[in-house]
């Protein structure tokens, strides 16, 4: 299983950037896709998800300004972001889970950097 992310980059504040994440060996419609992020000293936290059903839930800081997709044809899983900001400087990792099953993988991570 791979999850190949993609997309980061340097921004300015309020610009958009999509990031994408490639899964290959597994169905990303078949598990929970998600998206996270880190900064160095803290814990990974969660940004956004996607069920198997097509929900999705998302962290209160991103809620209106995120919105997380998945293209089953292509296997991939998407994280537009808009209105962005300095403090969603991070490393954005995605993640295949599907609970009660050995499921729980993570791709490389991507840097996005959010300049004021």
């Known amino acids: 299983v791979q999850l190949q992310a993609s997309g980061g980059g340097l921004v300015q504040a309020g610009e958009s950037l999509r990031l994408s994440c490639a899964a290959s060996?597994?169905?990303?419609?078949?598990?929970?896709m998600g998206w996270y992020r880190q900064v160095p000293g803290n814990m990974r936290d969660m940004v956004a998800r996607i069920f198997i059903g097509g929900s999705t839930v998302y962290a209160d800081s991103v809620r209106g300004r995120f919105t997380i997709s998945r293209d089953n044809t292509k296997n991939t899983v998407y994280l537009q972001m808009d209105s962005l900001k300095p403090d969603d400087t991070a490393v954005y990792y995605c993640?295949?889970?599907?609970?009660?099953?050995?499921?729980?993988?993570w791709g490389q991570g991507t840097q996005v950097t959010v300049s004021s």
């Open positions: 060996g597994i169905f990303a419609s078949g598990v929970t």
């Open positions: 993640n295949a889970y599907r609970g009660g099953t050995h499921v729980d993988y």
